[in-house]
């Protein structure tokens, strides 16, 4: 059972519910990853909001290495979708803030990207 206290959050993915965190190696490893030289700046990284899905494989491997889940980031990148791409997602967003928290106001960290809503073509 994850802990938020922790910043540990329950994902289901590949079709098995996982506990996520980042850890301080974790965090350090998505640095070296991303090539931010502080957490701030791999917190600003998330705060514009744009990710690739190389960028949600790194997020949610190094949160399911850091809850405990040896899965190398191939491992991670090879987990079936079976509900499709969203609860991926929802997985490394719910993870950056509880990391990260939820935005810059009151001098906290930039918040970090979330699902755009699909446009209406109308």
């Known amino acids: 059972m994850a802990n938020p206290r922790r910043g540990e959050i329950e994902a289901r993915l590949g079709g098995r519910s996982y506990t996520l965190c980042l850890t301080l190696g974790a965090l350090a490893d998505m640095e070296a990853a991303f090539g931010a030289e502080d957490l701030q700046a791999l917190g600003r990284r998330f705060g514009e909001g744009r990710v690739s899905a190389k960028d949600i494989v790194r997020i949610v491997g190094a949160g399911l290495r850091g809850g405990g889940t040896a899965l190398s980031d191939e491992e991670v990148a090879a987990l079936p979708m ?7 997602v929802d997985a490394a ?6 990391t990260f928290g939820s935005g810059a106001e009151g001098g906290g960290s930039p918040a970090p990207p979330r699902p755009r809503e699909p446009q209406d073509p109308r």
């Open 82 to 88: 079976p509900d499709g791409l969203e609860p991926v």
């Open 93 to 98: 967003v719910r993870l950056l803030v509880a």
